[in-house]
């Protein structure tokens, strides 16, 4: 029986990330006018970081940690104690860590302009989050501000900014924890 030609939409469809950046690399490597095109449709993509929308992902996202998993996930259990506090921090963190992670991967490409809105949509997001009054929040009071802090931090260690550019992104910061 003759073998089944996959069409390019489904081959696109089944294809990991790995194996399209290997696909790339070959066809780079075939053409440097074909190496040029690669470098300006992913310059494209990689470069589009909106803070509001790292803000708004990150806010929606930490919405939706729910009290009730909280407290079916801590107090007493099978192997022992689990204190309310460490578990709300947990779950808060689980969700800002991918995003922190993403904006150090950033400034490792030297995509420091996008690393630094990253980063501001990351507070932004956390601060919104902060001042939303959900339940869940009222089990990490202090630690939104913390976390705020903590990003800028890791942010400042990585960058190649200017000290002005880097104190304008301070002021935010200072200004999101305490609102």
């Given at each position: ?40 449709c992913l310059e494209k ?28 996930h801590s107090g007493r ?103």
């Amino acid at each position: 029986m003759p073998k089944k030609k996959l069409t390019f939409d489904k081959l696109m469809e089944i294809t990991d990330g790995d194996q399209c950046r290997q696909c790339l690399r070959y066809l780079a490597g075939s053409s440097p006018e074909i190496a040029k095109k690669i470098t300006k449709c992913l310059e494209k993509r990689v470069r589009l970081v909106d803070r509001d929308e790292v803000a708004d992902n990150l806010y929606n996202d930490l919405h939706c940690l729910d009290v009730e998993e909280l407290w079916d996930h801590s107090g007493r259990t099978r192997d022992g104690y689990v204190d309310v506090n460490e578990k709300a921090y947990e779950m808060f963190y689980e969700l800002v860590e991918p995003v922190i992670e993403e904006m150090k991967r950033l400034q490792e490409l030297l995509l420091f302009d996008e690393a630094r809105e990253y980063c501001i949509g990351i507070m932004q997001g956390i601060a919104d989050f902060n001042k939303c009054g959900s339940e869940f929040s009222d089990w990490i009071t202090d630690v939104p501000e913390d976390v705020i802090r903590e990003t800028f931090d890791t942010w400042k260690k990585g960058d190649k900014s200017s000290p002005d550019e880097q104190a304008e992104v301070e002021t935010l910061c200072q200004v999101l924890i305490r609102r």
